[in-house]
C-alpha cells in the first residue's frame, strides 16, 4: 500500500471518507451523526456496534484509528459516554490527533490549528443538536499551515 502522506499535507477537498465508531453508551447519536454526515454527501463508514449491549471503547476507538491511520478514511469521529476513554485509545495510535469538543469553536480550532483528523463526542454529554453543530464546525474548518505545522510536526515527532 503506497504511503499515506502526513495529515496536513494532503489536500483538504478530497477528505471525503468518514468512518465512525462508538461503543454502546453513543449508539443513536452516532447514527444520527452518520445520517447528518451522508446527507452532505460524505461517505460515511459506520463500523458499528449496531446492538447495545455493553462493549468496550478502546476497541472501538483503536478500530476507527487504524483507519484514518491507513487512509483507509479521510477523517473519524468517534464517540462514547463522555467521549474521553475513547478519544485516549485513538490517540495511541500513530498519525491520529483526536480531540473530543463539547463545543463548534474547539471543534473548528482543533482542525485549524491542530490538524486533528478525528473529532470524539460525548453522548451522555451533548444533546444530538449542538453535536451536529459541533461535527459541522470540525467538517467546515480546515488547516491553517504555517506556524501550526511546525507545532503539529513536533506533535508527530514525539511519536518517532
Ligand atoms: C461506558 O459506561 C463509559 O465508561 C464510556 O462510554 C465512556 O464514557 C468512557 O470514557
Known sequence: MAAVPPFHKRDPDTMTRIVLSSDHAAIDLRQAVAKHVQAKGYEVHDI?????????????GEAAARE????????????????????????????????VCADPFSAAMIRQHNDANMLSLGARVLGEGLALEIVDAFLSASFEGGRHATRVDMITAIEA
Open 68 to 99: 484514518v491511520a491507513s487512509g483507509a478514511s479521510d477523517l473519524g469521529i468517534i464517540l462514547c459516554g463522555t467521549g474521553q476513554g475513547i478519544m485516549m485509545a485513538a490517540n495511541k495510535v500513530k498519525g491520529v490527533r483526536c480531540g
Open 48 to 60: 458499528g456496534p449496531t446492538t447495545p449491549e455493553s462493549t468496550h471503547y478502546p476497541a472501538h
